[in-house]
């Protein structure tokens, strides 16, 4: 859906501790041969995430610096929720 948006998950998922996922949505243009730059931070909204959870259950799905919780639901071996709004960066932690 978004072709910018990337996602970094630490630690790696065969661990059983609390996992970080870092969500990147920034959009860069070439401004000459070499460099590329990022002008404007344009926000994202209702990002829907799917992570393969395995037999893990999952206690709770947090926004890190807020605290907020996350609602979330399980459906085979995934865990589904939504990301209200990316600004360039997000955090989410996974605590099992």
Do not use: C, W
């Amino acid at each position: 859906m978004f072709k910018s948006l990337t996602a970094v998950v630490f630690p790696p998922p065969d661990t059983d501790a609390t996992e970080i996922i870092h969500l990147l949505y920034y959009i860069t243009e070439k401004r000459s041969q070499d460099i590329y730059t990022i002008e404007d931070i344009i926000p994202i909204y209702n990002v829907e995430m799917k992570i393969f959870t395995g037999n893990k259950k999952v206690k709770t799905i947090k926004v890190p610096p807020q605290r907020q919780e996350i609602p979330f639901k399980a459906i085979d071996d995934y865990t589904v929720f939504n990301v209200d709004k990316v600004q360039g960066h997000s955090m989410i932690s996974v605590e099992y």
